[in-house]
Nanobody, 115 residues
Framework: QVQLVESGGGLVQPGGSLRLSCAASGFSFSLYVMRWYRQAPGKQRELVAT???????VYADSVKGRFTISRDNTKSTVYLQMNSLKPEDTAVYYC?????????WGQGTQVTVST
């Protein structure tokens, strides 16, 4: 079965960096578009970054120039490098993919940006 497991979250000061990882299993990883979403308390889940099978990338305006999504098909892992973090980046970050109409999500990893 499809499984997505995020890791790498934590507490970081404003201006700091974190790298999130999402280990995938149960499907042919290299053939699927992968995404990172986030959800802050009291807010809707929002799309942060997308990486296509050919490694083309798309970012939300709020993270453009600060976050980088990448993938390693040999490890079935997608990454989110987050630099110049701001308090408004505080959220639970989720890895996602779709197989047909069915969406799959990890359990999420908490990122807190605070002094």
């Amino acid at each position: 079965q499809v499984q997505l497991v995020e890791s790498g979250g934590g507490l970081v000061q404003p201006g700091g960096s974190l790298r999130l990882s999402c280990a995938a299993s149960g499907f042919s990883f290299s053939l699927y578009v992968m995404r990172w979403y986030r959800q802050a308390p009291g807010k809707q889940r929002e799309l942060v970054a997308t990486i296509a099978t050919g490694s083309n990338t798309v970012y939300a305006d709020s993270v453009k120039g600060r976050f980088t999504i990448s993938r390693d098909n040999t490890k079935s892992t997608v990454y989110l490098q987050m630099n110049s973090l701001k308090p408004e980046d505080t959220a639970v970050y989720y890895c996602n993919t779709f197989r047909g109409p069915t969406g799959y999500w990890g359990q999420g990893t908490q990122v807190t940006v605070s002094t």
